[in-house]
């Protein structure tokens, strides 16, 4: 709006007058003919890219530049890195003193060159500590953060280490990190706990970043992997895959593309990159799994699984187990859905009693050529509060009812139905009464085939009295358990 030809012509920007008779044949101007208050709004009007070049040609630019601009700086420092202060990004670059975001812009912009990607410099670093952020700023055990080798405190790994580790995992010059995984890593170096945790710990144990979940006596809870871990333990991982994955690893050489970056403790139900394709998978017994669905830019699918679990942190996806009433460090165990916009959950209320019902994938492996998945899945029984009655029928409103029955009709992949019926849940049948803290959870497992036409699903209802079964109070009824559907490809996996 100030000098159109700007926008419109190729001219020499630096000459006085460079394009005549322009605008209804008035004389048109070079950036030299602009005050410096003018040129000051044209500078904020370029990207950071034409800013850097034009402060290279133009020792005028680059003084307005570098003494008027700093809130610019400062603004472009944040959007395309995330840095929103000096120290961090000091600690992003591992110089010990930036003065200034013009500085900073400068050498976050030589740190993070090499993780150009096809949608602009820098978006493969920039996508790195925006979902690692996403990740700390959400974490529901907010210990969990102290534990995570970040950047802004100095300990993402470097380039010389992320050079050592691609040396160190395979002897194949095909087995290179992608430079999506070597962004994360600069951002977030895993977490500061053991693979081989002390029982009596619970820091060790349950602040796996990733969360995990508890059925029967199956306990599980994913830790990052740092670059000393995975340099470590790959041959290990990559040995146990060959032996006991002779359906998805046929030989040496593709082993090798495999290095761990997550597991539960123990180097439990590993997830896997591989290499050359990008993609993650989750280990089951015999049979992997990918944690991400398919891609148009499968070479970042790891940097997408990250970003993902920060989104679902974020709304509300995963959280503390209810079951625990939020104590640490059981209370992490989120990786059952809770959330509406899941096929792996449900959430129902029949007169004043909520159901909540959700699903995740716990193992998948071949048998008899047919693949299987095992899927825990966990429900939630609570009486609405007086509150939340308020707004009901009078008929509806419950002050205590206790559960006297289960009914499932299970569809299975061929489109058959299967019914279970049976007494209680888990032999127990519980009171649900009006204020109470928490609410009654249960969990339990089932185990689905794949093949067919149809996707496996659960869903059912259970028999509740008003009152308690010695004494009830009004009449039975029943409680609706929404559907939920066991995916045989569930997207991404945690």
């Known amino acids: 709006r100030i000098c159109p030809p700007l926008l419109f012509h190729k001219v020499n920007l630096m000459e006085p007058g460079a394009v005549e008779g322009i605008g209804g044949g008035g004389r048109a101007v070079g950036l030299t003919d602009l005050s410096d208050d003018e040129l000051i709004i044209v500078l904020q009007l370029l990207d950071p890219g034409s800013l850097s070049a034009l402060e290279r040609a133009s020792s ?13 700086w400062k603004v472009n420092v944040a959007r395309v890195y995330g840095v929103l202060s000096l120290e961090e990004a000091s600690a992003l670059t591992q110089v010990p003193e930036i003065q200034s975001f013009r500085e900073a812009y400068g050498l976050l912009w030589m740190w993070g060159g090499r993780y150009a990607s096809h949608d602009g410099p820098a978006s493969l670093i920039s996508r790195a500590i925006t979902s690692v952020r996403m990740i700390r700023d959400n974490m529901p055990l907010r210990p969990i953060v102290k534990t995570l080798k970040l950047a802004w405190n100095g300990l993402g790994a470097t380039e010389q280490e992320l050079d050592a580790l691609e040396r ?26 053991p693979l081989q945790p002390n029982p009596s710990n619970y820091a060790e144990v349950g602040y796996g970043a990733m969360g995990g979940y508890v059925v029967y006596s199956q306990f599980i ?5 740092s670059c000393a871990q995975i340099g470590s333990f790959t041959p290990k991982i990559q040995t146990i895959l060959l032996n006991h994955s002779p359906g998805w690893v046929t030989d040496n050489e593709e082993y090798r593309q495999l290095i761990p970056i ?14 050359r394709t990008g993609r993650v998978y989750m280990c089951g017994i015999t049979h992997p799994v990918a944690a991400t669905p398919a891609s148009d830019h499968p070479e970042n699918s790891v940097l997408e699984w990250y970003e993902e679990f920060g989104r679902r942190l974020r709304d509300g996806y995963f959280g503390p187990d209810p079951s625990h009433g939020g104590r640490e460090p059981v209370a992490h165990y989120h990786n059952l859905p809770r959330s509406i916009t899941s096929r792996q959950f449900s959430d129902v209320v029949t007169r004043a009693v909520r159901v909540t019902f959700s699903a995740s994938l716990t193992d998948a492996s071949q048998r008899d050529g047919v693949q299987v998945m095992d899927w825990s899945y966990s429900l939630a029984f609570s009486l609405l509060s007086e509150e939340e009655q308020v707004g009901l029928r009078p008929e509806d409103r419950l002050v205590s009812v206790q559960l006297k029955s289960r009914h499932w009709r299970m569809k299975n992949d061929d489109g058959s139905v299967e019914a279970v ?11 649900l009464a009006i204020g109470d803290e928490d609410p009654f959870v249960y969990q339990s497992r089932t185990v689905c085939k794949y093949g067919g036409e149809e996707v496996p699903s659960m869903h059912g209802h259970f028999r509740f009295v008003e009152g308690t079964i010695d004494d009830p109070t009004g009449d039975e009824f029943n409680v609706t358990c929404g559907e939920i559907f066991f995916d045989g490809e569930p997207g991404f996996i945690y």
């Open 60 to 72: 005028r630019c680059w003084r307005l530049s570098a003494n008027t601009l700093g809130k610019q």
């Open 168 to 193: 160190s995992i395979s002897e194949s010059p095909a087995a290179r990190l992608p430079e999506a995984f070597r962004a994360i890593l600069r951002v977030c170096n895993g977490q500061d706990v």
């Open 221 to 225: 809870n994913t830790r990052l992997w």
């Open 262 to 275: 997550s597991s539960s403790i123990k180097a439990m139900r590993p997830f896997v990159l591989h290499l």
């Open 421 to 431: 019926d049976g007494p209680g849940v888990i032999g127990e049948y519980p009171i």
